[in-house]
């Protein structure tokens, strides 16, 4: 098999996962945030409804569809929906400091609000966008990337990062350590997407799984012990749901980058997915995609210069579980 690898060959669905006309839109881990640049350069329309300002935008909240940041669970995804589609109200809903007022689910925002009445108003406008995004949009690119999360005991709302290691206070009284096991993810993700499709009944799914290890984890496992445990559950509950769910292809990333090349795919730090990692998965996904017209060919796209501009200063708000 690794004598004649191709990375393309892993996928074997019948129909074309993206085709020129379609509205795409991501969310997930910070791996889904690497493929934008290259879907916009293919000629791809990646839908954007919310913008801000990239100064001093360390954890990536401008690279989204909306500036939802990184997406690291499926409970997280469906919480998103669900407030978005007004069916979920946290009650921990914003911290309060001394300089301004924090958003507990996208701590990182560069400006935080300055008072009550600017964060109603500014949670409000996000969460509408959220909505127009899902509502527009024709195609869904979600990567699993964590089954471990810290959640508010009072109604079980998943923050992105433990509160207290970006903004708000650490609570043992108020907040609890959640790591979920595989019929737990598939049940998250299969309720995601059906309230995706109140907003919009068309909306197809592609579901990666991310490549990149854990940097700590929060079980007595050792890390190592602990990544194998994550990917191996998202594995089987992406498997559960696109065998379930009418709308869902499961795309290889995953595979492909930890093939039998994967020691080529990986920086110095053997845990970020280098741009030979990242083009050997679009390189695969193109491959079974109906590329618009005025798309680049992919021997002519920079991937180098393309990843440098993308993701540098950025950092994802699971590494501050490690500092």
Same mark, same amino acid.
């Given at each position: 098999?690794?004598?004649?690898?191709?990375?393309?060959?892993?996928?074997?669905?019948?129909?074309?996962?993206?085709?020129?006309?379609?509205?795409?839109?991501?969310?997930?881990?910070?791996?889904?945030?690497?493929i934008v640049p290259f879907l916009e350069?293919?000629?791809?329309?990646?839908?954007?409804?919310?913008?801000?300002?990239?100064?001093?935008?360390?954890?990536?909240?401008?690279?989204?569809?909306?500036?939802?940041?990184?997406?690291?669970?499926?409970?997280?995804?469906?919480?998103?929906? #669900?407030?978005?589609?007004?069916?979920?109200?946290?009650?921990?809903?914003?911290?309060?400091?001394?300089?301004?007022?924090?958003?507990?689910?996208?701590?990182?925002?560069?400006?935080?609000?300055?008072?009550?009445?600017?964060?109603?108003?500014?949670?409000?406008?996000?969460?509408?966008?959220?909505?127009?995004?899902?509502?527009?949009?024709?195609?869904?690119?979600?990567?699993?990337?964590?089954?471990?999360?810290?959640?508010?005991?009072?109604?079980?709302?998943?923050?992105?990062?433990?509160?207290?290691?970006?903004?708000?206070?650490?609570?043992?009284?108020?907040?609890?350590?959640?790591?979920?096991?595989?019929?737990?993810?598939?049940?998250?993700?299969?309720?995601?997407?059906?309230?995706?499709?109140?907003?919009?009944?068309?909306?197809?799914?592609?579901?990666?799984?991310?490549?990149?290890?854990?940097?700590?984890?929060?079980?007595?496992?050792?890390?190592?012990?602990?990544?194998?445990?994550?990917?191996?559950?998202?594995?089987?509950?992406?498997?559960?749901?696109?065998?379930?769910?009418?709308?869902?292809?499961?795309?290889?990333?995953?595979?492909?980058?930890?093939?039998?090349?994967?020691? #080529?795919?990986?920086?110095?730090?053997?845990?970020?997915?280098?741009?030979?990692?990242?083009?050997?998965?679009?390189?695969?996904?193109?491959?079974?995609?109906?590329?618009?017209?005025?798309?680049?060919?992919?021997?002519?796209?920079?991937? #180098?210069?393309?990843?440098?501009?993308?993701?540098?200063?950025?950092?994802?708000?699971?590494?501050?579980?490690?500092?």
């Amino acid at each position: 098999m690794a004598r004649n690898y191709a990375p393309a060959d892993l996928y074997r669905g019948k129909t074309p996962l993206l085709k020129p006309d379609d509205r795409i839109i991501s969310a997930g881990s910070c791996f889904a945030a690497n493929i934008v640049p290259f879907l916009e350069r293919a000629g791809f329309q990646y839908l954007r409804t919310e913008s801000m300002d990239t100064d001093g935008d360390r954890f990536g909240y401008s690279r989204y569809s909306a500036s939802y940041g990184n997406i690291y669970t499926s409970r997280q995804l469906l919480q998103l929906l #669900q407030r978005a589609t007004g069916e979920f109200a946290p009650r921990e809903d914003r911290w309060i400091e001394d300089d301004g007022v924090y958003d507990p689910f996208r701590p990182g925002l560069p400006n935080c609000a300055e008072d009550e009445d600017e964060f109603e108003i500014l949670t409000r406008a996000h969460l509408d966008r959220v909505r127009e995004t899902f509502s527009q949009s024709s195609v869904l690119l979600f990567t699993l990337g964590l089954t471990e999360a810290w959640a508010s005991e009072d109604d079980g709302a998943v923050f992105p990062a433990c509160p207290g290691t970006i903004a708000g206070t650490f609570s043992a009284e108020r907040h609890r350590f959640a790591n979920f096991n595989a019929h737990e993810v598939a049940t998250d993700l299969k309720a995601a997407i059906a309230t995706a499709r109140q907003i919009n009944p068309d909306l197809r799914v592609i579901l990666t799984v991310s490549p990149v290890p854990l940097v700590a984890t929060a079980t007595d496992s050792h890390v190592f012990t602990a990544t194998t445990y994550s990917k191996s559950v998202l594995r089987v509950a992406a498997d559960d749901v696109e065998s379930t769910v009418p709308g869902v292809s499961y795309f290889p990333a995953y595979e492909i980058v930890m093939g039998p090349e994967s020691n #080529q795919h990986f920086e110095n730090d053997l845990r970020n997915v280098n741009a030979k990692g990242v083009a050997a998965v679009v390189g695969a996904l193109f491959a079974h995609c109906e590329l618009p017209e005025a798309s680049e060919r992919l021997e002519e796209v920079s991937w #180098q210069k393309l990843l440098s501009e993308e993701l540098t200063r950025r950092e994802c708000e699971e590494t501050m579980s490690d500092k």
